[in-house]
Nanobody, 122 residues
Framework: QVQLRESGGGLVQPGGSLRLSCAAS????????MGWHRQAPGKAREMVAG???????VYGDSAKGRFTISSDNDNNMVYLQLNNLNTEDTAVYYC????????????????WGQGTLVTVSA
């Protein structure tokens, strides 16, 4: 079974930085794309950033200019560098993986992690 595990969340002051990591596991052969979504209290879930296996990236409006997504395809990892954080960035950040193929040939259309909480507060 394919699983995603996020790490790196925590409490940070406004203007600070954090780096989130996500590890995919489960006898994986390939992943087409990985990314990050977030959900703030009382708000809908939103896309933060995504990256394809070829390295193409896309960012949500809230992330442009402040966040950077990167990946390590060989190790099935994706990272999100969060800079210049503000209180509106407080949210649970979820890692996602799209079209995951395992060594046994199983294909998972979309997989979500359990999330990691980022709290921005003075």
């Amino acid at each position: 079974q394919v699983q995603l595990r996020e790490s790196g969340g925590g409490l940070v002051q406004p203007g600070g930085s954090l780096r989130l990591s996500c590890a995919a596991s489960g006898n994986i052969r390939s992943i087409n794309a990985m990314g990050w979504h977030r959900q703030a209290p009382g708000k809908a879930r939103e896309m933060v950033a995504g990256i394809t296996s070829g390295g193409s990236t896309v960012y949500g409006d809230s992330a442009k200019g402040r966040f950077t997504i990167s990946s390590d395809n060989d190790n099935n990892m994706v990272y999100l560098q969060l800079n210049n954080l503000n209180t509106e960035d407080t949210a649970v950040y979820y890692c996602t993986a799209v079209r995951v193929t395992t060594m046994s040939g199983d294909v998972y259309g979309e997989v979500w992690g359990q999330g990691t909480l980022v709290t921005v507060s003075a």
